[in-house]
Structure formats: C-alpha cells, structure tokens
C-alpha cells in the first residue's frame, strides 16, 4: 500500500507544469501492469490543456486546485476544486480555466 498525500503534490507538479513548455506535468499515483484502475494527478498552468482525445475506458476527472473547463460535443461543463464528474463516453477536452490540478481515474476494460 501506497500513501500519497495529494496537496503537497499536486503543489510539486504544479510547480513543474510552471517550468515546462508544454505547461503540463503529472504522475501516475496509481497503474501497473495487472492495474485495472489507472490513476494520474495531472497539473495544467492556466491557458493549457488537452486536446479532442476519448479516454481508453469509463473515466473520472476531480479537480484538486483550480479550475477546468470540460468539453465534449457542443457542450461544456466548468468546475472548480472539490468537484468531481463522470467524463463523457464521446471525444472530449480538457481546458485549464486556471492554474489547475487533476486526478484523472480511469477503468481499464
């Protein structure tokens, strides 16, 4: 078992997402080969995001710091931390309406 105390790293990739060009970074806090539930903090700077992408399985977003913007079809859901949603079964993406931090879970079928 694993301990992983999510403010002071989602503090730690921020702060990596801020030196990066890509304005990203992340680390996987839960995966593995036999892992059927893959998890990953995700920090975004403000301006940044993911482009049109669906995700491999059912899929959860929880904003930790921040805030987002969801994206999927013609619709758009914005939320902020402490928030949590089922991400939509179709191509989607994800908008950093500010410095932000993610934990993305995803089901591997």
Excluded at 36 to 50: D, E, F, H, P, V
Excluded at 82 to 89: H, K, N, S
Aim: aromatic residues 2%.
């Amino acid at each position: 078992m694993e301990l992983v105390h999510l403010t002071p790293t989602a503090d730690e990739l921020l702060a990596a997402a801020r030196e990066a060009s890509s304005g990203r970074a992340a680390r996987s806090i839960r995966s593995g080969r036999d892992a059927r539930l893959r998890q990953t903090l995700m920090a975004l700077t403000r301006g940044r995001g993911l482009d049109d992408h669906v995700a491999p399985g059912e899929a959860t977003l929880q904003v930790v710091v921040g805030s987002v913007r969801l994206r999927w079809e013609e619709q758009a859901l914005d939320l902020d931390a402490g928030d949590w949603v089922e991400l939509p079964d179709a191509v989607h993406a994800l908008d950093a309406e500010t410095d932000a931090v993610v934990l993305l879970t995803v089901s591997v079928r």
